[in-house]
């Protein structure tokens, strides 16, 4: 979609930045505008904008913490504010609960163990930006990464997450320990999802799995309708 305009930001130690970005153009089109961390401000006509995977600040303090007042977080927070769409994948995740974006954590993996693999998920809603493009209760399968996913949050907010239909993504097995295996969480306003899976990692056939894709065509298909 040439009118499509996109936004991956930059943090010193991410590692999925182009990853992602080469994902938003071959899945979505357009321009992918890349935003280092130390901007203060966001291009000025934005449809989606992604924070990647990677160890931002070395994951110093609490992963994503330090991230997570860097100057552009400001313009993606108003951003967020105003219905911008909002992607956080992995330690982009991490970051958009240390924002305030999302509610709950995310700890140390249950074990102590970094987790390497393509995991089974389970599409928790379809009636979302992010999901319209799967089938509610559908099973896919995308990669993961990480050593602080254990996602936690006290059991009123989990019950909210669920009786909203907040929770986008759930592991189809044990992975890391997260509450209610919840992989994916979206806002009340349903414009920001954080996940720690990768979709980016699964778009194509020569990526093993092409699952992820949809996640990104759902993104495009939703804000070239509207």
Known sequence: MSGF?????????????????VAIEQACGGTVHRVWHGDAELPSRLDFIALPGGFSYGDYLRSGAMAARSPIMRAVVEAAG???TVLGVC????????????????????GIRFVCRKVPLTVETSQSLFTSGYSAGQRIAIPVAHHDGNYFADDATLDRLEGEGRVAFRYAEPVNGSAREIAGVLNAQGNVLGMMPHPERAIEPAHGGSDGRALFESVVGALTSA
């Not at 982009?92 to 249950?110: D, I, K, S």
Request: charged share 15%; glycine share 12%; hydrophobic share 45%.
């Open 82 to 84: 105003r219905g911008v």
């Open 5 to 21: 305009a996109s936004a991956v930001v930059t943090f010193p130690g991410s590692n999925c930045d182009r990853d992602l970005a």
């Open 91 to 110: 330690n982009g995740f991490q970051v958009l609960t240390e924002a305030g974006l999302l509610p709950g954590a995310l700890m140390r993996n249950a």
